[in-house]
């Protein structure tokens, strides 16, 4: 099964919104990573959170960590049509990538 | 600086027969992954491989094999392939904790 859980399965909002997703996952981890996927093409990193961090920006986006109710969420502030995307958190067990773990994603609908 | 690469793009091929999928990480990683993602799930890890060496290997059948070349670039076979190996294929590399992704290998089984 997977590590990671994203909630909700599908979001819509109008452009301008601000879209949240949440994420959760079951063991311990060394890092938590956002990835974004636009019609099934390659995944897109948006932002590393490490298990020793609460909270992250990157532009228009925000990653909060909170390791002992063992979740995430990504914030995505006034967003754009462009933002339509699957969203997926990924989980690491150690600092090289091994025991990589994908949840089933997010998709987000940002409607003109 | 390119990206990870992956070749091909696209893939059709027939029950029973086998795969050969390829990989060139971004210059200077020494980790390569490999994932499948099946249409509307996440993707699942295959295998990992760092200096030419497995390090780590998801729950798939012995049916896929994968090795990791003097340049680091990598290759990921699967025999015998079935209508549910239809998938896409992704490649990451990575040197530490972020792993990058190639734009993946759309393989078609019919």
């Known amino acids: 099964s997977q590590q990671g859980e994203e909630d909700p399965q599908a979001l819509s909002i109008q452009e301008g919104e601000n879209a949240t997703m949440n994420c959760s996952y079951k063991?311990?981890?060394?890092?938590l990573q956002w990835y974004r996927q636009n019609s099934g093409r390659g995944l897109v990193h948006l932002i590393l959170i490490r298990s020793n961090e609460r909270e992250k920006h990157s532009g228009r986006l925000r990653v909060t960590l909170d390791t002992s109710k063992k979740s995430s969420s990504l914030l995505i502030t006034a967003s754009r049509a462009a933002d339509t995307a699957s969203y997926f958190c990924a989980t690491g067990t150690d600092n090289y990538g091994q025991n990589f773990v994908f949840g089933p994603g997010t998709r987000l609908s940002v409607l003109p | 600086d390119a990206g990870v690469t992956q070749s091909p793009t696209h893939l059709i091929k027939t029950r029973g027969q086998q795969v050969t999928l390829r990989c060139s990480p971004i210059?200077?990683?020494?980790?390569v992954s490999w994932y499948q993602q099946v249409l509307g799930q996440g993707p699942q890890f295959i295998f990992q491989?760092?200096?030419?060496?497995?390090?780590g290997r998801g729950n798939f059948p012995d049916r896929f094999s994968a090795r990791q070349f003097p340049n680091y670039s990598s290759e990921l076979n699967v025999n015998a392939l079935l209508l549910g190996d239809s998938a896409l294929y992704l490649c990451a590399s990575s040197t530490y904790n972020e792993q990058f992704f190639g734009p993946g290998t759309r393989l078609t089984v019919l």
């Open positions: 210059s200077g990683h020494k980790s």
């Open positions: 491989y760092y200096e030419k060496e497995e390090r």
């Open positions: 063991t311990s981890i060394n890092n």
